[in-house]
Nanobody, 127 residues
Framework: QVQVVESGGGLVQAGGSLRLSCAAS????????MAWFRRTPGKEREFVAG????????YYADSVKGRFTISRVNAENTVYLQMNSLKPEDTAVFYC????????????????????WGQGTQVTVSS
């Protein structure tokens, strides 16, 4: 069975940093694009950052560009999201997702392009 598990969320002051981790199993991790999405109450799940299967290409939402960095270690079936200079508006449940396609060369931002999802990890940024 496929499992996607996020960790690393918590409470941090504005300007601080957190590093989220996502461990995947039961799928061929190295062939899939991976991405982070986030959701706040009453809002749709939105794309945050994505990375292609080899790590050769990354893409970020404008709201996090320059502050967040996505990376992956395929040998460990793990993807990370380093979040720096956090703002209160970053507060959300962050979800890790694995793409539905194999060896796709571009990062996709639509939630429907991702087949496997974790349960989410809460990030709260205080002012």
């Amino acid at each position: 069975q496929v499992q996607v598990v996020e960790s690393g969320g918590g409470l941090v002051q504005a300007g601080g940093s957190l590093r989220l981790s996502c461990a995947a199993s039961g799928l061929t991790f190295s062939t899939k694009s991976m991405a982070w999405f986030r959701r706040t109450p009453g809002k749709e799940r939105e794309f945050v950052a994505g990375i292609t299967q080899s790590g050769g290409s990354t893409y970020y939402a404008d709201s996090v560009k320059g502050r967040f960095t996505i990376s992956r270690v395929n040998a460990e079936n793990t993807v990370y999201l380093q979040m720096n200079s956090l703002k209160p508006e970053d507060t959300a449940v962050f979800y890790c997702a694995a793409g539905a396609r194999d060896y796709y060369p571009r990062v996709l931002t639509d939630v429907h392009e991702y087949a496997y999802w974790g349960q989410g990890t809460q990030v709260t940024v205080s002012s």
